[in-house]
């Protein structure tokens, strides 16, 4: 691997920019791995890495019936926090949290976390004694947070409308210091070039059609474009697809797909450097490096699997903005896309063993899964790895849903879920 | 945009006159209380969410008020028909409580 650096950017601008190399292989694949992933998204790329990197798995292969990255990671709004209320979610996304405090130095590649904080608003009485409760609990779990009031929100964010007269005033917000952004893209591209490097076959446009099963044990995986891969154990890491990714297994999940849009508007000048969230009015904002305030809000009611989304559902997400942000109705959207999530009943993710001997799923991720792509790549990993399942990961087996353990982060955590 | 025929009504409208209910055809146990604990996960949580036909359930809250089932394809969005929840009840495979369907 090119290890990137300061001296290298200088050498590389004096050859005229023609020694970069590529940063992964493109690999044709071999006939049997110890590990196969299917989904080359952030957590697939990021299980890969770590399987090969802390655990020491090196036959490991990742398959993406597309191009990596190209689906929720790279269309979702990029926000990383673990305000997170539940004591199992808060470890599971305080563990990713602290992964990507180090991650740029750990992959040699900058992924731009930017810990500039994230406010949830508060609208109502209600909304405040939830955050308070949310933070103090957050406390118990050594995660940073606090309780600011009107005037500190509006001393942070002097854009943002915050008098008393609006329909849903400001009461003030939980403030986590540490949560903020990172570049969805370089994310993936950091764990598929620090994957690759430890020898890890990324296989991309090879679709899995089904899997191998033989007494209730996988043997290996279906593929259109290769036919069938051999793997001793199989990890699906498929986000929106998972639903279908089971059936192939004869399984069936408690998820359902449904899209999740997001739009960003034209680049502007800097006018919001933290990441504001209200879960009452329903939507979220931040501003890019490039300029364009990146937005998103709510799911689309319906399930599919169209990777796009209504016009009623954009109204409203943009009428949750202007009610924050008056002076933001002029500002032209540019884009908008959608992304296929996975929703779970609780809004908490599965990772899990499954009825079918080493074929594990990590899905469910919901609305909120890019925040936890290093955390929940490291508990798979360990999962897939060992013989038992990471600690961190353990509360989120599927069993939940008959034991009825479930981690109900559901407005619990004062998200836009 | 969906525009839903709703089958009370017999008018096409717009989709933000409808709230999605769900997957259509969910069988309540009759008697919960013998119900073992997979059976009664499946009902309240397992769902087939295909990649394809879907019969789901809308009701046409801000109209009649009233409840209906439709068919979609949930990778185009085309909703091929809209029918009464009692029509074609008996035709439409009710979906059983499986067990032993699932993962562990």
């Known amino acids: ?417 | 945009m969906f525009l839903i025929f709703c089958p009370h009504c017999r008018e096409y409208r717009s989709e933000e006159e409808f709230h999605y209910q769900g997957e259509a055809h969910l069988v309540r146990p009759q008697d919960p209380r013998s119900c073992s604990d997979e059976e009664w996960g499946n009902y309240l949580y397992f769902r087939t969410n295909p990649r394809g036909l879907h019969r789901e359930m809308w009701s046409h809250s801000m109209g009649c008020g009233r409840f209906f089932n439709v068919v979609r394809n949930t990778e185009t969005y085309e909703i091929k028909s809209t029918y009464l929840l009692e029509e074609n009840s008996k035709d439409q495979k009710s979906k059983e409580i499986k067990s032993g369907n699932r993962t562990t």
């Open chain 1, 1 to 417: 691997m090119q290890r990137f650096s300061g001296f290298g950017l200088i050498g590389q601008a004096l050859g005229y920019q023609e020694k970069w190399h590529r940063m992964w292989r493109n690999p044709s694949p071999k006939s049997a791995y110890d590990v196969v992933i299917v989904g080359g998204g952030g957590h697939g790329l990021a299980t890969a890495y770590y399987l090969a990197n802390n655990f020491g798995v090196k036959k490991v292969a990742v398959l993406e019936k597309g191009f990596i990255g190209g689906g929720n990671t790279g269309r979702n709004t990029t926000i990383v926090r673990s305000n997170y209320l539940w004591d199992a979610a808060a470890k599971l996304y305080e563990h990713a949290l602290q992964l990507w405090e180090g991650l740029s130095q750990e992959l040699n590649y900058n992924v731009m976390f930017s810990q500039r904080g994230v406010l949830n608003l508060g609208h109502t009485l209600q909304d405040m004694r939830d955050i308070q409760r949310r933070v103090s609990a957050n406390y118990l779990n050594g995660i940073d947070g606090e309780v600011l009031s009107t005037e500190e929100v509006q001393a942070k964010v002097p854009m943002m409308d915050c008098s008393s007269s609006r329909r849903y005033p400001v009461l003030g917000a939980s403030w986590q210091p540490r949560a903020g952004v990172a570049r969805h893209d370089a994310v993936a591209w950091g764990f598929a070039r620090g994957a690759d490097s430890l020898g890890v076959d990324i296989i991309q446009d090879c679709e899995v059609i089904g899997f191998e099963i033989s007494s209730g044990k996988i043997t290996g995986v279906n593929t259109r474009q290769f036919g069938t891969i051999g793997a001793e154990r199989v990890g699906c890491v498929t986000a929106g697809n998972s639903g279908v990714m089971a059936s192939y297994a004869g399984l069936q999940l408690p998820i359902e797909s449904h899209p999740l849009q997001a739009l960003v508007s034209e680049p502007i000048k800097p006018i919001l450097d933290t990441v504001v969230m209200s879960n009452q009015v329903h939507g979220y904002v931040s501003q890019s490096d490039k300029g364009d305030l990146v937005i998103g809000a709510g799911i689309d009611s319906y399930n599919g699997y169209g990777q796009r989304g209504s016009f009623p559902t954009i109204e409203h997400t943009i009428e949750a903005i202007v009610e924050l942000f008056p002076s933001f109705s002029r500002i032209p959207m540019n884009r908008q896309w959608g992304g296929i999530v996975d929703v779970c009943p609780d809004a908490c993710p599965i990772i899990s063993k499954t009825a079918i001997e080493n074929l594990y799923f990590n899905c469910g991720w919901g609305t909120g899964g890019f925040k936890a792509t290093p955390g929940s790549g490291h508990v798979f990993a360990s999962s897939l790895a060992g013989k038992d399942m990471d600690p961190i990961a353990a509360p989120f087996s599927i069993d939940r849903f008959y034991t009825g353990a479930l981690i109900d982060e559901h407005g619990a955590a004062g998200v836009a879920h």
